[in-house]
């Protein structure tokens, strides 16, 4: 009588403490239809002493049969994906990934040109030297005529003119610089937000460079590789790994619409 079969060692991970993860083991037909006539074979030398052989023979054919139909009924069947249309796909998303990084580019240097504007504004200290001067004569002219056309002593309408010019001055000034501070404080919370969006389309481009670097390398070293599913079905070799490609393929679609999300509305 057989021994039974001991279970599977334990992987480097779980010797580590970490869970046993998810592995796919592949065998071909034949393959798998001689290991089932053996296990029907092994188990009715163990429960039947005595048996006929046409009858193993039949009871094998049985479980070929229906375990062929239990696969059929809650297998999946999984698409190769040559590789010409697997490129073809590729091209077109690197095509959108280009487009992107292009347009994040573009828009990278218009906010840097933007900000350093902004910065001039920022830096910019004291005031404009025309508008005091200039708020100042219109200040004056009303209450110029005014006294023109009174009886106030030269002497007397100088000395009124110059503090009604010196309040003017001071007046112009304080506008002047209350307005400045305004524009340099509005000036730097656009700044800020600039800085912030610099950062993301500086993230966002070297995930698209990554994601070129990703398709680059797959063009490169999936060449002709067959799809597993498909070798063990007896398929065509030329369709390549069709799981691991939809997976990548999903995954730069993913970066691919989150770079357009994150890519800001112009303002």
Do not use: C
């Not at 005031?127 to 100042?136: L, V, Y």
């Amino acid at each position: 009588m057989d021994s039974p079969s001991k279970g599977p060692g334990k992987t480097p991970d779980e010797q580590q403490g970490k869970p046993r993860g998810k592995r796919l083991r592949l065998i071909g037909r034949e393959p798998l239809e001689t290991a089932l006539d053996l296990a029907v074979s092994r188990a009715l030398r163990r429960t039947m002493p005595v048996y006929e052989t046409e009858r193993v023979s039949a009871i094998q054919d049985i479980v070929r049969t229906e375990f062929a139909l239990l696969l059929k009924n809650n297998g999946r069947t999984v698409r190769g994906v040559g590789k010409s249309e697997f490129l073809a796909e590729l091209e077109r998303s690197r095509n959108q990934i280009i487009a992107a990084r292009d347009r994040a580019k573009s828009e990278l240097d218009e906010v840097r040109e933007r900000m350093e504007f902004l910065r001039g504004i920022v830096g910019a200290e004291g005031g404009d030297a025309g508008s005091a001067p200039t708020f100042e004569s219109a200040f004056e002219r009303p209450f110029l005529r005014i006294l023109e056309g009174s009886t106030v002593e030269p002497m007397a309408r100088k000395r009124i003119l110059g503090e009604l010019s010196e309040a003017a001055r001071r007046i112009a000034r304080a506008e002047w610089e209350r307005a400045a501070a305004a524009r340099r404080e509005l000036a730097r919370e656009r700044i800020d937000r600039y800085e912030r969006r610099i950062a993301k389309l500086k993230r966002s481009m070297e995930r698209t460079e990554d994601a070129l670097d990703r398709l680059a390398s797959l063009r490169e070293g999936d060449d002709g590789m067959a799809s597993i599913y498909r070798v063990v079905q007896g398929l065509d070799e030329d369709e390549a790994l069709y799981e691991y490609k939809q997976r990548l393929l999903r995954e730069i679609f993913a970066a691919n619409v989150t770079l357009q999300k994150e890519r800001p509305h112009r303002r």
